[in-house]
T-cell receptor
């Protein structure tokens, strides 16, 4: 398996624009996670899905953030409108869940810069 | 309040020595305590996990201990090498995966 795939790897956008980050989890994994990492706040869980269903979105900072998982092999994280404080590295991770003791496999991340 | 902490932001040790990293938590009841390695510009990579009913786990030069009374996990790298230089993150997972929380990380530098 190619591992978790994220696109784009880098995104530079202007404040107010819509940003869509994409993730393809490892085939067979039933959990998918979206994280944000900054120097100040470390690695923060934004939302996670189990079998394509959002389970906990309490980490999503504002209504400007939304995430979807239309099928087992694809998820998106959307920010609309984007703001400079959204600049961070966004990671997607997937896991076998309880069967795999929630061992998470991370993608390479998307570095988002909002100017 | 709930918190997860790692003992130091950065740790420098000499090659060949044992590196010991600490992870402490409060107001959680983790079912698993996991350790990840993160290199600059990359995503975290899973290394080892320990369950709440386990005291110690080993994998090659790595050893993890878990004390649920002290609410602490220790992560040891024996015979450390410069290639072990990275940021190490602890993470806890509560029962049935209700919480997934990462610590702030410790940046380890192994000096030749």
């Amino acid at each position: 398996d190619a591992g978790v795939i994220q696109s784009p790897r880098h995104e530079v956008t202007e404040m107010g624009q819509e940003v869509t980050l994409r993730c393809k989890p490892i085939s067979g994994h039933d959990y998918l996670f979206w994280y944000r990492q900054t120097m100040m706040r470390g690695l923060e869980l934004l939302i996670y899905f189990n079998n394509n269903v959002p389970i906990d979105d309490s980490g999503m900072p504002e209504d400007r953030f939304s995430a979807k998982m239309p099928n087992a092999s694809f998820s998106t994280l959307k920010i609309q409108p984007s703001e400079p404080r959204d600049s961070a590295v966004y990671f997607c991770a997937s896991s076998y869940g309880l069967a795999g003791a929630f061992e998470q496999y991370f993608g390479p991340g998307t570095r988002l810069t909002v100017t | 309040s709930q918190k997860i902490e790692q003992n130091s932001e950065a740790l420098n040790i000499q090659e060949g020595k044992t590196a010991t990293l600490t992870c402490n938590y409060t107001n959680y009841s983790p079912a698993y305590l996991q350790w990840y390695r993160q290199d600059p510009g990359r995503g975290p990579v899973f290394l080892l996990l320990i369950r709440e009913n386990e005291k110690e786990k080993r994998k090659e030069r790595l050893k993890v201990t878990f004390d649920t009374t002290l609410k602490q996990s220790l992560f040891h790298i024996t015979a450390s090498q410069p290639a072990d230089s990275a940021t190490y993150l602890c993470a806890l997972v509560t029962v049935y995966g209700q919480n997934f929380v990462f610590g702030p990380g410790t940046r380890l530098s192994v000096l030749p």
